[in-house]
């Protein structure tokens, strides 16, 4: 590892940053405190980079390495996520977990992206996985703390929504089960209904939700009935491929029960 002896330059910018304890630092935030030009300023904080006091996380935005740390940077996804200027935002089990909905965390964090995007180079083995979404949306997303890092994240209301439309995603149906639980007594309803109009395939994650708080005796208002409109098309509570296509069908909703008393299996645990 490269000595982090500093020159004078670069001990001003890392004084600054234990003086401030800031987390994180941008190339702008340097020019404008120091007064500096920005290839001066672009200079330090490449050197400081290579010094390892500095992780470079993206264009022109770097995570502070603390002299404790001895410069041996964690694989910490949030300082990358909170500089990342992409279309994106922390979904799913990864969200879950953030609103106290589920007690397992994901290895790596998931991250619903645009089709096209791609995964930052600056990023390396940071636990971050991307996962594109051809009907990618902004609706139901917010900016919130996360050890000590802003980052994008579905709120909770979207993030059931999502996981019904997408049950893999959130770990299958005995998993949408247990968030739907903790869930849905504190759950805005109102944005559930407004978010399923909004979103492509809201309308299979509304039936999905309604089929699994009548299985699951939980409560939930006459307006999510009324959204899903009496479907014509059969829809299947968990994959086909997981559980098989037998199981009574389940009114309103025209949603197959193919799960059974494995749905509750996470309720239990």
Do not use: C
Not at 59 to 73: C, D, S, V
Not at 162 to 183: F, H, N, S, Y
Not at 193 to 200: D, F
């Amino acid at each position: 590892m490269p000595a982090r002896s500093l020159g004078s330059r670069q001990a001003e910018v890392v004084g600054w940053l234990e003086a401030e304890r800031r987390r994180s630092i941008t190339s702008r935030e340097v020019m404008d405190h120091f007064a500096w030009a920005e290839p001066t300023a672009s200079n330090v904080l490449s050197d400081l980079a290579k010094k390892h006091w500095l992780r470079r996380v993206a264009r022109g935005i770097y995570e502070f390495l603390p002299a404790e740390t001895g410069g041996f940077q964690v694989d910490d996804p949030w300082p990358a996520l909170a500089g990342w200027k992409t279309k994106h935002y922390v979904a799913f089990r990864s969200a879950a977990y953030e609103h106290g909905l589920t007690p397992d965390r994901p290895g790596r964090v998931q991250v619903a992206v645009p089709i096209g995007v791609h995964r930052p180079q600056a990023w390396g083995s940071t636990p971050i996985v991307l996962l594109h979404q051809r009907d990618y949306s902004d609706a139901g997303l917010q900016v919130g703390a996360v050890a000590g890092w802003q980052v994008r994240l579905s709120d909770p209301d979207r993030t059931v929504l999502d996981g019904a439309i997408q049950p893999k995603r959130i770990g299958g149906v005995p998993e949408l089960a247990r968030v739907l639980t903790r869930a849905h007594r504190s759950v805005d309803w109102s944005a559930v209904l407004t978010y399923g109009t909004k979103l492509r395939r809201g309308g299979i994650g509304l039936r999905r939700i309604g089929a699994l708080a009548d299985l699951l005796e939980l409560s939930h208002p006459e307006e999510l009935e009324a959204a899903v409109r009496q479907p014509n098309s059969r829809l299947y509570l968990g994959e086909t491929a997981t559980y098989g296509a037998a199981g009574p069908v389940l009114k309103p909703w025209n949603v197959v029960d193919n799960v059974g008393p494995r749905v509750r299996a996470e309720l239990n645990r």
